[in-house]
């Protein structure tokens, strides 16, 4: 429920909160039989599982599928059900359960099924793999509006295409001149950057935090309040922030690590962080006090 919580709140970020009724799927699947489930579980079938890319690799690898992994598809086709859905909108990476799974069962029980919108994959701010907390790349929506201008600055100058046309309120033909701009080199990748950084902080804040906190990042990065050059370091799978403060020489032991992080003397990219016992959100530069720099890449 605590994390439904948070869920509710970062949706609140797009949703009008007044108009928006939340509901709970163990209302309707606590109640559930045994003889329910096997009704259900007789809408599909084991090639339709296989043939999704995840369960395929999986298969192919002789990696372990386990018989529980199926009933996820299976839930999420009652809760539409259940909630009589009209429209339910994912990721591609949901297409099998809201376009398969959701409308065999409504069509099995009686009910309209519902029609999927299918959105793009956001990559991370590494550009490359989905955005997930537990990766480590992803631009919280509950921060604040320097930490997400930020963010969105450090993604690669790759992903800006996918960026625009996934979060923005940009329309495709202005995304269209956007990309256009970038390879005629018309416009500077930084400066497309900061544009596009501009504009996520104002579709989830407001257009003067978006202009405070660009004022601030131009602070902090383009008056020099950075020195030019600093020591690089390469991220490794696994390592936290109290790791990569002790491999990149800005502290002597992990115990001076959390004692400056306790005193929120540890910033990336001018966002002090709070805890060190976490990896690092996202690529940038780790700094600690006033005169220590690495680039964390």
Do not use: C
């Not at 090639?47 to 995840?54: D, I, K, M, S, T």
């Not at 990309?179 to 900061?194: C, N, Q, S, W, Y």
């Not at 804040?205 to 390469?234: C, H, I, K, W």
Request: aromatic share 8%; charged share 25%; proline share 5%.
């Amino acid at each position: 429920m605590e994390n439904a919580h948070s869920y509710a709140e970062q949706a609140f970020r797009v949703l009008d909160r007044g108009k928006t009724t939340i509901r709970y799927n163990h209302e309707w699947l606590a109640d559930l039989k045994f003889a329910d489930l096997i009704r259900l579980g007789s809408n599909f079938t084991i090639q339709q599982f296989l043939a999704r890319e995840a369960f395929r690799k999986r298969w192919d690898q002789g990696d372990p599928i386990y018989l529980h992994e199926y009933f996820y598809s299976m839930m999420q086709g009652y809760d539409a059900y259940a909630l009589n859905t009209d429209v339910q909108v994912g990721g591609t990476d949901q297409l099998f359960n809201i376009v398969t799974a959701a409308r065999k069962v409504m069509a099995s029980l009686g009910a309209r099924p519902n029609i999927g919108v299918i959105m793009g994959i956001l990559p991370g701010t590494d550009g490359v793999v989905k955005m997930s907390k537990s990766l480590g790349n992803h631009i919280p929506l509950n921060s604040t509006p320097e930490d997400m201008y930020g963010k969105v600055m450090s993604i690669p100058d790759a992903a800006m295409g996918q960026y625009a046309r996934l979060v923005t309120r940009w329309p495709p033909s202005q995304v269209a001149d956007f990309e256009a701009e970038i390879r005629a080199g018309t416009l500077h990748p930084r400066d497309a950057k900061m544009r596009l950084a501009h504009e996520v902080a104002a579709v989830y804040y407001s257009e003067p935090q978006a202009e405070a906190a660009q004022e601030a990042f131009v602070q902090l990065f383009q008056r020099g309040s950075l020195p030019e050059e600093m020591p690089d370091l390469a991220m490794q799978p696994g390592q936290t922030i109290l790791d990569l403060l002790l491999a990149g020489g800005l502290v002597e032991s992990k115990s001076e690590a959390r004692r400056l992080i306790d005193q929120r003397g540890v910033k990336l990219d001018g966002i002090v962080l709070e805890k060190g016992d976490e990896p690092l959100p996202h690529a940038g530069v780790l700094q600690v006090g006033k005169r220590r720099f690495v680039r964390v890449r």
